[in-house]
Nanobody, 119 residues
Framework: QVQLVESGGGLVQAGGSLRLSCAAS????????MGWFRQAPGKEREFVTS????????YYADSVKGRFTISRDNAKSTVYLQMNSLKPEDTAVYYC????????????WGQGTQVTVSS
């Protein structure tokens, strides 16, 4: 079992920044992939970004490229999402996700943290 605990959401004005954190605990192994997804009201959950265990491979949705940065601290089993130049359309519940290996489905999810961007 893996547990994911997110933090860092909140309310920010358009153009502002927020940093989300997701701490993993339990039987994570050493080659896991972590990602962020988001779900806006009335919309399906969508992929935002992901990072491999060594931090070498990072993937971003087109909508956040150049504004969001994912990083990880393996010593702390924590992944971060730095969100800059936030837009009202970034408003959503953000979920952290865990996959035990590359190309495996995300098996564990965090509880979600609300990000609200006001115009």
């Amino acid at each position: 079992q893996v547990q994911l605990v997110e933090s860092g959401g909140g309310l920010v004005q358009a153009g502002g920044s927020l940093r989300l954190s997701c701490a993993a605990s339990g039987r994570t192994g050493s080659s896991y992939v972590m990602g962020w997804f988001r779900q806006a009201p009335g919309k399906e959950r969508e992929f935002v970004t992901s990072i491999t265990w060594n931090g070498v491979n990072r993937y971003y949705a087109d909508s956040v490229k150049g504004r969001f940065t994912i990083s990880r601290d393996n010593a702390k089993s924590t992944v971060y999402l730095q969100m800059n130049s936030l837009k009202p359309e970034d408003t959503a519940v953000y979920y952290c996700a865990f996959a035990s290996q590359v190309a495996r489905p995300y098996d564990y999810w965090g509880q979600g943290t609300q990000v609200t961007v006001s115009s």
